[in-house]
């Protein structure tokens, strides 16, 4: 018999279809047997979404299983649906087998309505349970509707503008229930009716426009450029809530279980206090640095027991899957929950130390270790670096996102890359962030550059698996799209003129500059030791041949 749900206590067995239920559900589901702080939820598999793109409904046997297993998280939880006192707010999340950061949509906070959100401003929780109200009907109208998030950030700024402040946080409870008025009139304008009140409607509509994201623009051309099959199918992930904005003992963050620039063993993230998670990895604000201790803001001083406790976590989720993690997490009232953990990106030599240091470690062996080994990493280990014997002009600094050294010609959009392509010429590609809409420019050009967003941003990731040279967070940067030039303290560089990014350091230079090629690292050296071991043939020279050789004979 047909099962479309799959609760995350469900059991894990060898008869479990992996590619039903999605990466991200499956490893949710193995963290909550590893008694892990993960929130109450459930994956609705791939054979469901199946059905309902062909019969373009769910069945009554689906919503039956739904409704079980909604109710058993409000079991659970003691919290229910629709309940103005106690309410369960959920979230509906996409997730296939193979990741696609960024690509498939979201909705948070799913199940507000204006009841709801009265009894949540009560006691002194006004900023909170309007900031959420105001999030959940900017995603929801996009995602489901397609109103254009532009039109409500448009309304946002306006305010701010015309209040004389800088940033959402200035605001008090009576501006952002004002905002959220002018959000429901612009809901009303573009959709034709009145935000939807009903919870169980408002779940009915975020799983099928979460479903239907498999088939937008960005994630086609993801998978394109990927390879990834289009048959796979997607699983929806339903999970309870948990407030990073809740108040100031709250956070949200990203962090790696190392480093993903250097393998070094120790992790590397960010986070922003009082926010949600798609503040940090949608690239439109710069997060802190939790690896940072400089400062009395540091994540260290702020969450000691935390930060304590994530180190911990990251190493066993690190050991019970076999490679460097990346972890999505939320931080409700100074209490850890765990949203999400992967196989981390990493670039070609931080790739190299984590897999040497893992077979030294003995958390997995040589072979598993010569099996994970990328071939795109190898032909990047010998990636150029600066020529230190030059002047360089340094315009500006910003985050190393990924590394590698480009000279280019500026552009904007896919149309001045295509020109620049024309024209046989490397180009940069520079946003005010980097939004995942832009995967395809992305994909064309030869280096990226942005004015905000962090190391952990979706497109930074992205940008990592392209092998791409990608700076982040360059905030001295300001960027005019419009006139199609950036202006660096006074310096003004238009469309077509040549700047160079050293995605190792994270700075920007002025015109061309000169490169040499690096040695192979001592780990990369140690790597292509096991492997001579393996072929027993001196004659190859070749790095990439001689790895290449060594795994075919594993096979």
Not at 11 to 34: A, F, R, V, W
Not at 156 to 176: M, P
């Amino acid at each position: 018999m047909t099962k479309y749900i799959h609760a995350f206590s469900d059991p894990i067995t060898d008869e479990i279809d992996q590619s039903l239920i999605g990466n991200k559900g499956y490893n949710l589901c193995l963290m909550h047997g590893m008694d892990l702080p993960i929130p109450e939820g459930f994956i609705i598999n791939a054979n469901a979404t199946k059905e309902y793109k062909i019969q373009n409904n769910f069945s009554d046997k689906f919503f039956d299983e739904l409704k079980i297993n909604l109710d058993l998280i409000q079991n659970k939880t003691n919290l229910q649906i629709g309940n103005p006192e106690k309410p369960l707010i959920l979230s509906v999340r996409s997730g296939s087998m193979i990741s696609m950061p960024g690509m498939l949509d979201t909705i948070l906070n799913v199940g507000l309505n204006h009841e709801i959100v009265k009894t949540l401003a009560k006691n002194n929780n006004g900023f909170f349970a309007y900031d959420t109200w105001r999030r959940f009907i900017q995603m929801y109208s996009h995602v489901v509707h397609r109103v254009d998030t532009y039109d409500f950030d448009e309304i946002l700024e306006n305010y701010l503008l015309g209040a004389n402040l800088n940033a959402v946080s200035q605001l008090d409870a009576e501006d952002l229930e004002e905002i959220c008025k002018m959000y429901l009139d612009l809901f009303r304008e573009r959709v034709g009716k009145d935000f939807p009140e009903d919870p169980y409607d408002q779940i009915n509509k975020s799983i099928i426009a979460v479903l239907n994201s498999w088939d937008n623009e960005r994630a086609i051309s993801y998978r394109n450029i990927n390879d990834i099959p289009d048959n796979i199918g997607l699983a929806v992930t339903i999970q309870r809530m948990v407030f990073g904005n809740l108040n100031d003992k709250s956070a949200s963050g990203v962090i790696f279980s190392r480093n993903p620039d250097t393998g070094e063993d120790k992790i590397k993230g960010e986070y922003l206090i009082e926010s949600q998670g798609e503040d940090v990895v949608s690239g439109f604000v710069t997060p802190k640095n939790i690896s940072e201790k400089a400062n009395d803001e540091a994540f260290i001083n702020i969450f000691p027991d935390i930060y304590s406790q994530i180190n911990i976590i990251s190493k066993d989720l690190e050991r019970h899957f076999g490679f460097v993690q990346d972890i999505e997490f939320t931080i409700e009232s100074n209490i850890l929950w765990i949203l999400q953990s992967r196989d981390a990106e990493l670039n070609a030599q931080a790739s190299f130390k984590v897999l040497s240091d893992f077979v030294n470690e003995k958390i997995i062996n040589q072979t598993e270790a010569l099996k994970l080994i990328k071939d795109a990493h190898i032909e990047k280990a010998f990636v150029p670096i600066l020529d230190d014997s030059q002047k360089l002009k340094s315009l500006t600094k910003g985050l190393p996102a990924s590394p590698g050294v480009v000279s280019g010609l500026v552009a904007f959009d896919i149309e001045g890359i295509n020109r620049i392509k024309n024209r046989d010429e490397k180009s940069i590609l520079i946003l005010i962030e980097t939004n995942t809409n832009d995967i395809k420019a992305m994909h064309a050009s030869d280096g990226i550059l942005t004015s905000r967003g962090g190391l952990t941003s979706h497109a930074a990731v992205v940008a990592r698996g392209l092998n791409k040279p990608c700076i982040t967070g360059a905030i001295e940067i300001e960027i005019n799209p419009k006139d199609k030039n950036i202006s660096i303290n006074d310096k003004v560089i238009s469309e077509f003129d040549t700047i160079t990014l050293d995605g190792h350091s994270g700075e920007v230079f002025e015109g061309i500059a000169k490169t040499k090629l690096q040695e192979p690292t001592s780990d990369l050296k140690e790597i292509l030791d096991w492997c001579k071991e393996i072929i027993s043939d001196e004659e190859i020279t070749d790095p990439l041949k001689i790895i290449s050789k060594a795994k075919s004979k594993l096979e």
